[in-house]
């Protein structure tokens, strides 16, 4: 069973859902927000309801932990329903019960910069949650909504793990003794992380690999094995962070502040950045059979590649 602990790509695309079940991917956090308000949020998920309805046969909207069995056991593709930034709230948590019911199941609290919960991994001074935060992380572990602490900066993280009754995730990120970025955890926030229960996604996004644009799926693979000298074994999943089907103009969008203030450029060789082996989520495969070739045992490519995410869905969303 394989999980895709983030996918950002163009859910428009006809390609993707059909990679997804080439690749033999059973679930993926499908990212469905970042900087958009309520109003677009609930029309996106409106459009991937009306997608359930009509694509039943390829796809299986995922609310729960079993439903991510029943997807295994049809050769559908499980659609998580995620946010990538707590943005579309705006500043009332009651609207997290909206999207709870909804189905969204995975919040990140902040993408990239300072928003009312949270500070992001690129701000330049980062002293935890807000007030409004903790209430946030409150809520969303009362709703059973899994938290992801990937753009997020260090401070916060750490408070957010601390406040929080429930394991949260770093969904794809990687360690920044092995390329030193902001977008990269430090090993004691990741122990720390793990130390309640959470998953690390390791993430394949070549910018935040040491080769950048010419990182290939061994050094990818490196990269598995720098978070699981870390993490330990039952603690570190797989992230595509893929970007199938999107267009140039995505890139200026993730780099504006808030989603509409020029800020820096985000400079990418294309507008699917990827690593050579790892092209797409038809090649997941290769990621497990790369793990069996470094002698990695079947039970523990089994929970890099997917039980490790589905044991911490089991715990946060419930059965």
């Known amino acids: 069973m394989t999980i895709d602990g983030c996918n950002p790509s163009n859910w428009d695309s006809p390609d993707v859902f059909d990679h997804l079940r080439r690749g033999g991917v059973t679930a993926t956090n499908a990212t469905i927000a970042i900087w958009e308000g309520f109003a677009e949020t609930v029309d996106e998920t409106a459009k991937w309801h ?75 001074n980062d002293d935890g949650l807000s007030l409004f935060g903790v209430k946030a992380v409150r809520k969303l572990n009362e709703l059973g909504i899994l938290i ?7 401070q916060s993280s750490l408070h957010a793990i601390e406040v929080s009754d429930q394991p949260v995730a770093f969904t794809h990120t990687n360690l920044r003794d092995f390329f030193d970025s902001p977008r990269n955890k430090p090993a004691d926030l990741i122990r720390a992380l793990v130390s309640q229960g959470g998953v690390v996604g390791a993430n394949a996004f070549p910018q935040f690999l040491p080769s950048r644009f010419d990182a290939d799926i061994g050094e990818y693979l490196d990269g598995v094995e720098r978070l699981i000298e870390v993490a330990g074994i039952d603690h570190v999943g797989i992230a595509s962070d893929f970007c199938e089907g999107r ?73």
């Open 50 to 124: 009306r997608r359930f309805r009509e694509d039943v046969e390829k796809l299986v909207h995922i609310r729960f932990a079993d439903d991510i069995h029943a997807a295994h056991r049809q050769n559908k593709a499980g659609i998580i329903l995620g946010w990538q930034n707590i943005s579309p709230i705006g500043n009332d948590l009651e609207r997290l019960e909206a999207f709870h019911v909804l189905g969204v199941r995975i919040v990140q609290l902040a993408y990239n910069i300072r928003n009312l919960v949270a500070n992001g991994c690129y701000e330049p």
């Open 148 to 154: 992801d602490l990937s753009h997020v900066g260090d």
């Open 247 to 319: 267009d140039w103009d995505f890139w200026p969008y993730l780099g504006r502040l808030h989603g509409t203030t020029p800020h820096f450029e985000i400079n990418v060789p294309a507008p699917n950045p990827v690593i050579k082996g790892f092209e797409g989520s038809f090649d997941m495969p290769n990621v497990a059979n790369g793990l069996l070739d470094r002698g990695y045992r079947d039970d523990e490519v089994a929970k890099i590649m997917g039980g490790n995410w589905l044991r911490l869905y089991h715990t946060v969303w419930g059965a």
